[in-house]
């Protein structure tokens, strides 16, 4: 079946630097979505990639989907404390259906 | 709008004990998930229901887990009986309709501690 990988499993930042978060999927994914879990809280929606090589920004983060459809990351430029939580990346079939990774844990040090 | 609503928040059992969770979903969403998150992990689909028909169990360990949603708006969710290993959260999400392009909101999930 297909399985999610994420990359690093934590990843510890100093505020103002940039980092970046890697997903691979053993299989090759109608669409990707990605999910902000804070400490304690539960995940919430950040953005869907859909066609393969897409590129899609939000303020700080930089979302790309690979040409092969089986891989995606997550950049973040300039750090900051509220970026503190776990993302997720998770596959999608055709039906919707969702396949989590095991998440990236960010720790922001001020 | 109102978002998932789940019940109760906090919940802790023996094992062999039976437990039941409430979701009340995102009004006018078609689909309802419930997931399970153990400590450290992402979150993994038991059970997926469109209106008030199952379309997904293939992970719901259907010897002790049961899963319903008479209605087709709110569900429920029941372990019995429980093992040590149940110790999870677990999570109910919504969406507005089954199928690729359409975004899952989470409730805040009930955190169950099985002793």
């Known amino acids: 079946g297909q399985q999610v990988m994420q990359i690093p499993q934590y990843q510890h930042v100093q505020e103002g630097e940039d980092f970046t978060t890697y997903c691979n999927s053993s299989?090759?994914?109608?669409?990707i979505q990605w999910y902000k879990q804070r400490p304690g809280g539960h995940p919430v929606f950040l953005i869907q990639?859909?066609?393969?090589?897409e590129v899609k920004k939000q303020k700080r983060l930089t979302f790309q989907f690979g040409e092969a459809k089986k891989n995606s990351s997550l950049h973040i430029t300039a750090t900051q404390t509220t970026d503190v939580g776990t993302y997720f990346c998770a596959g999608s079939d055709s039906w919707g259906k969702l396949q989590f990774g095991a998440g990236t844990q960010v720790v922001v040090t001020p | 709008e109102a978002g998932v609503a789940q019940s109760p928040r906090y919940k802790i059992i023996e094992k062999r004990q039976s437990v039941a969770f409430w979701c009340n979903p995102i009004?006018?969403?078609?689909?309802l998930y419930w997931y399970q998150q153990i400590l450290g992990q992402g979150p993994k689909l038991l059970i997926q229901f469109q209106n008030n028909g199952v379309v997904d169990d293939s992970q719901l360990p259907k010897d002790r887990f049961s899963a319903e949603r008479l209605k087709g708006v709110d569900s429920t969710l029941k372990i019995q009986p429980a093992k040590l290993e149940d110790s999870a959260v677990y999570l109910c999400a919504s969406s507005l309709q089954r199928g690729q392009g359409y975004e899952q909101y989470f409730g805040p999930g009930t955190r169950l501690t099985v002793t």
């Open positions: 299989t090759t994914l109608s669409n």
């Open positions: 990639l859909v066609k393969s090589g």
């Open positions: 009004s006018g969403h078609a689909t």
